[in-house]
């Protein structure tokens, strides 16, 4: 507790100390015993602490039981310097000590030592020391008086500390500069092992760390939420906390500590701010000691982060600045603006590098030229005009002018004017200007693009309308509402909701209900409903689109109305054919398997009834000895005696179904059409169709009568495929009753049957074939007539829509490609329906089948990507002379039926080449499904097919071709294991 100290001589030492006379006193302990020198050590402000000569103390006051946390007891008898000198300094005091107690130094007054607390805080603590003698005047031991001076020294300490951030700020001009300095300062008063400054981010709600030092952590940005830091932003004051802190403000929520990392014992933290605002915070944190902060800690850490704030606002501030004015030299030079000072004589003082590349002018140029040179003669006065104001100390604000460059070109400018001032002096104006040539050029076009897109609204069929979003006002409607929706077009801009009134009763709550979840919320839809316009009924394709302004927002609604009902009754009569086609293909299915008439004429009323969907359908047989209609088969509402009539009941047929039988044409008749009947006044609500089945003499055998729904029609196109019913009918029943006659001569003429059999079926066969094929002949006639025309129609309007409106959007635009795409599958259709009534004559010529093979696969896009393809193409295959388009047919299909047969499951398709005597061989074989013998037996049949979709003519298509070049088809099929079709063609080939 003693220091020796110089002084002017440094050969004699210099003793400050007080000695007490033992004579008078031998024990300390027995003056301190008199009542004064009790109550003076129970009240003195200072500690006071003796020790004898092995380190003990022997005596200590109340205040040193405050300051080092002990009780008085607990203090007394205890060694001095292993208990209370702080480790790192107790060899060196000890040392000191005993040459004091030894007598080869003296106590030294007023010095500096830190004594350790039983809680392991340090206190600073100014001594006064003298020795202690017995009545020999021995030295026995020390006492020492000391005060307290730590807070006194840390406030001075904290003062320099403060001093020499603010004055690093003048050193240094940037922000990574200054946070070195500042943990430097601070660690000359706390603890900084660990320690950190770090922003806050409102926006992203983040925490950056521009600097940190530490010994386990590594610092990124993170989320502020539930942070200690971020606990100090929201509440703006410091925080002191240890593990008893922590614990409670995780149980209540304000923070969550993050476990994988290693957690301090102790952690201090302060607001940065900027006025009321907490921008950041700093930190220290201890992992090792829980005592190395205390509340005097927080308060000083509050107070230098006031300084450290002001530090870092300061450096940042003249960081912005000086980025502020570089920015503004970059700005200027590089601004799109046109940026000139002219002087009082219309000499230029200053021009940016806009102006210089716009005008074409080099500097040296520039010094010749005046204000007026670049002026347009156009603008020439009116520019001259505002100078004048200018330079007489007026603002002028939106100027427009023309500016003819070095080039003679012409460019449009539009901006303000300004006095320039240089030190209270008018030097002359200060201008910027925009270059607004191509905005001019854009209005331009946008009024003459307004005036194409008024002809355009007014004259097209479409019913555009323009609705102002914000207000929920209409803008505009085209011309075209009044003859679409049949109402006027003030009626709609009276009320924009007012065609909501023509919609069709069964329509209107899916257009609301479409409108609400989509118009309603600027998002695009389209849609299709009915209206009732004039008594008539439409369809109406509508699409609607939000239009947005720079910020994102809708200001505008564009609604789009196409009246489709064309195209409607033809997707009607396109699906009616479909219809009508099953029902062809499951009758003839149904002739090959009943061989009861009665039963078979049921069949067909069900298919006709189920599949196509009529209501009623009756068919009768003529009875020229009887002179009557004879009922065989009905299905539906109506009853058969409603509407047949013989003369034993005393009546006559309907007049519309003996003029049908009479004149041997079909009927079609609107409902109540034919008012002398009982038939057509008891179907007044439904169109009918009353077919003669006519035999080989073109006789009428009797009639198919059918009704349709009351709101649907029958088309004309379905005449010739009822026809096709009726003549398969007559056909079927010639066949079930020849049949019948030959089984009726079988028991005594077998061989003559047998024989009359096959001559019969032959004949049959063929009279089926031929009839099929004359129907099939005239519904391809007719389906390509109806339905090419329209479809060529509807290629042409896609095509133009990409080509007049290339700037689409993408959704619309595969629309277009889907519609393009269903286009070319229909024309295909009709093609092979076509292709199958009407072969066309072969164009020969050389022909190499590895080379067709080849180039099919390399532009063929139809492989599904679950299929493999395998080639296995023989090195040398003869030319023959063929048909290539025909055979890139026979190709074509053959690989579509071997894809459709492993779409499921996918597979290997194999194709190979070879020859075999004087034929060059093809096979096309998948590892699909396979076959049955029964389907294997019928597949070449026109009209049969095992597929949903189709019309069964694509094989009979593949064979027909075949053997117009002589040449022959074989299939091998097992189900379960795939197919196999081979063709053999001749080397020598076949002319057409």
């Not at 109340?62 to 292993?82: C, H, M, Q, R, T």
């Not at 590349?357 to 010749?368: A, F, P, Q, W």
């Not at 009756?618 to 002179?627: H, V």
Request: hydrophobic share 40%; charged share 30%; net charge negative.
């Amino acid at each position: 507790m003693v220091r020796p100290t110089k002084g002017k001589s440094e050969k004699k030492k210099v003793i400050q100390s007080t000695n007490i006379n033992l004579n008078e006193n031998v024990k300390i302990k027995e003056p301190l015993k008199q009542d004064k020198a009790e109550l003076y050590l129970k009240i003195a402000g200072t500690m006071f602490i003796a020790i004898d000569s092995a380190g003990k103390v022997t005596l200590a006051n109340d205040k040193a039981s405050e300051i080092l946390g002990l009780p008085v007891d607990e203090i007394v008898g205890k060694d001095w310097f292993d208990n209370f000198i702080p480790e790192r300094l107790r060899a060196d005091v000890k040392a000191v000590s005993k040459k004091i107690l030894d007598g080869d130094l003296q106590p030294v007054s007023s010095f500096e030592n830190p004594v350790l607390r039983s809680d392991g805080e340090e206190r600073l603590i100014c001594w006064e020391s003298t020795h202690l003698r017995d009545d020999a005047s021995n030295i026995i031991g020390t006492l020492s008086s000391g005060m307290d001076i730590t807070e006194r020294k840390k406030a001075e300490e904290l003062q320099r500390v403060l001093l020499d951030i603010a004055n690093s700020i003048n050193t240094c001009e940037k922000l990574d500069d200054i946070y070195p300095i500042i943990h430097s300062n601070l660690s000359r008063i706390l603890e900084t092992t660990n320690f950190f400054i770090a922003f806050y981010n409102k926006d992203s709600h983040t925490l950056s760390f521009p600097y940190y030092v530490d010994e386990q952590d590594e610092y990124e940005v993170v989320s502020a939420e539930k942070t200690n830091s971020h606990y100090i932003i929201r509440t703006g004051e410091a925080l002191l906390a240890d593990r008893e802190v922590f614990a409670d403000l995780n149980s209540r929520g304000e923070i969550v500590t993050r476990e994988e990392l290693g957690r301090p014992l102790i952690w201090l933290g302060a607001p940065l701010k900027l006025g009321d605002e907490v921008f950041g915070v700093v930190a220290v944190q201890s992992y090792t000691n829980p005592k190395a902060y205390n509340e005097n800690d927080k308060e000083i850490l509050q107070l230098v982060s006031h300084q450290i704030a002001n530090a870092i606002v300061e450096v940042k501030a003249e960081e912005a600045l000086k980025e502020s004015e570089e920015k503004y030299r970059t700005l200027i030079q590089n601004t799109p603006e046109i940026v000139q000072s002219v002087a009082l004589d219309g000499k230029f003082l200053f021009v940016n590098k806009t102006w210089h590349d716009l005008l074409g002018y080099s500097e040296e140029e520039l010094k010749r030229l005046t204000l007026f040179d670049i002026i347009h003669p156009d603008s020439l006065e009116h520019c001259s005009q505002l100078f004048n104001e200018a330079i007489s100390g007026n603002l002028l604000t939106q100027i427009g002018a023309k500016f003819k460059t070095k080039y003679g070109s012409t460019i449009y400018v539009e901006g303000n004017a300004v006095p320039h001032y240089l030190e209270g002096r008018l030097i002359g104006t200060l201008g910027f200007f925009l270059d607004i040539t191509k905005r001019k050029k854009a209005e331009d076009a946008i009024i003459e693009s307004e005036q194409k897109f008024r002809q355009l609204a007014e004259n097209i069929d479409h019913v555009f309308w323009l609705t102002d979003w914000k207000n929920k006002k209409l803008l505009y409607v085209s011309p075209a509402y009044e003859k679409v929706f049949g109402k006027s077009i003030e009626s709609i801009y009276e009320d924009r909701l007012s065609w909501k009134t023509v919609v069709h009763p069964d329509d209107l709550e899916m257009v609301e209900k479409t409108f609400e979840e989509h118009a309603d919320i600027g998002e695009y839809f389209e849609i299709d409903y009915r209206i009732i316009c004039n008594g008539t009924v439409k369809w109406i394709h509508e699409f609607a689109f939000p239009v947005k302004d720079e910020n994102g927002e809708i200001n505008r609604f564009i609604n789009v109305a196409e009246d489709i009902t064309v195209r409607k009754h033809h997707e009607v009569e396109i699906e009616n054919l479909n219809s009508f086609l099953l029902v062809i293909r499951n009758l003839n299915q149904a002739i090959v398997r009943l061989d009861d008439f009665d039963r078979l004429l049921d069949e067909a009323c069900k298919v006709m009834l189920e599949i196509r969907g009529y209501i009623d359908v009756s068919i009768a047989f003529y009875d020229p000895l009887k002179d009557a209609i004879v009922p065989r088969a009905h299905l539906g509402e109506h009853k058969p005696a409603s509407w047949v009539y013989t003369p034993e009941t005393g009546g006559d047929a309907p007049s519309c179904v003996k003029k049908a039988i009479a004149k041997r044409y079909a009927l079609i008749l609107d409902p109540g059409q034919c008012h002398d009947c009982a038939f057509c006044r008891h179907d007044s609500e439904h169109q009918s169709i009353i077919v003669p089945m006519l035999n080989q003499d073109g006789e009428s055998m009797g009639v198919i009568i059918a009704c349709i729904e009351s709101d649907q029609y029958i088309h004309r196109v379905e005449v010739p495929l009822f026809e096709e019913i009726a003549g398969d009918l007559v056909f079927a029943y010639n066949k079930i009753t020849a049949d019948n006659e030959l089984l009726h001569l079988t028991e005594n003429l077998q061989e003559l049957v047998d024989e009359k059999t096959g001559e019969l079926e032959v004949v049959h066969t063929s009279l089926m074939k031929q009839e099929r094929l004359a129907v099939l002949g005239q519904m391809a006639a007719s389906v390509s007539h109806e339905l090419r025309n329209p479809l060529t129609v509807i290629n042409s309007v896609s095509y133009y829509l990409k080509t007049k409106f290339p700037d689409m959007d993408e959704k619309t635009f595969k629309m277009l490609d889907l519609l393009e795409s269903e286009v070319e599958r229909s024309d295909r259709i009709i093609g092979n329906m076509l292709g199958f009534s009407k072969q066309k004559p072969n164009i020969l010529e050389d022909v190499d089948m590895n080379t067709i093979v080849s180039q099919f696969f390399s532009r063929t896009e139809r492989i599904p990507g679950n299929v493999k393809v395998d080639l296995k193409l023989h090195k040398i295959v003869p030319v023959i002379q063929a048909d290539v388009e025909k055979l890139n047919q026979v190709l074509g299909n053959l690989i579509s039926n071997a894809c459709h047969a492993m779409s499921l499951d996918g597979g290997t398709l194999t194709v190979t080449t070879g020859i075999n005597d004087n034929f060059v061989n093809l096979s096309v074989k998948d590892t699909g499904q396979g076959m049955s013998e029964e389907i294997q037996s019928r597949i070449f049949e026109p009209l049969f097919s095992t597929k949903t979709t189709g019309f069964g003519l694509g094989l009979p298509i593949v064979k027909t071709l075949v053997k117009d070049h002589g040449g022959e088809i074989k299939v091998k099929s097992k189900e379960g294991k795939g197919t196999e079709f081979i063709i053999r063609l001749p080397v020598e080939g076949r002319s057409a």
